[in-house]
């Protein structure tokens, strides 16, 4: 499985998104999975942009993504809020800064044994 960081997905939703990421996304379709935590980051986005008129086409495209992988939907669970204190203290130690976000949408990655797409 391959997981979405909140770029690609935020890419899709321009009004000309970049056809390389288009094309990435079609030819590995089957194999990609999207956290919940990308969903949360988007939906803060559009929140933080009202009442501009883009949040609502903003809008309909996360509720297009949510309604295609509906299946493929994954959340931060006890093992991976584990993994996220893990991937973010390893991270510390070694003087790299990661955000939250970006280490729960790891750590959803790691427990279910899949590969992160940014």
């Known amino acids: 499985m391959i997981f979405l960081d909140t ?3 935020s890419e899709t ?10 094309a990435w996304l079609v030819r590995h379709d ?12 988007i939906a803060f986005g559009i929140q933080k942009i009202r009442p501009d008129q883009r949040a609502e ?4 495209g996360l509720s297009d993504w949510r309604r295609r992988f509906a299946g493929r ?25 990661m955000s939250a ?8 990655a790691r427990v279910n044994g899949g590969r992160l797409a940014t």
């Open 13 to 22: 939703l321009r009004k000309s998104p970049n056809e390389a990421v288009i």
């Open 57 to 60: 086409r903003l809008e309909q």
């Open 30 to 41: 089957a194999e990609l999975a999207l956290p919940t935590v990308t969903i949360a980051e």
């Open 101 to 108: 976000p970006d280490g729960m949408i790891a750590a959803i």
């Open 7 to 9: 770029n690609i997905v």
């Open 73 to 97: 939907i994954f959340g931060l669970t006890e093992e991976a809020a584990l993994a996220y204190g893990d991937i973010l203290g390893s991270a510390a130690r070694q003087g790299r800064g």
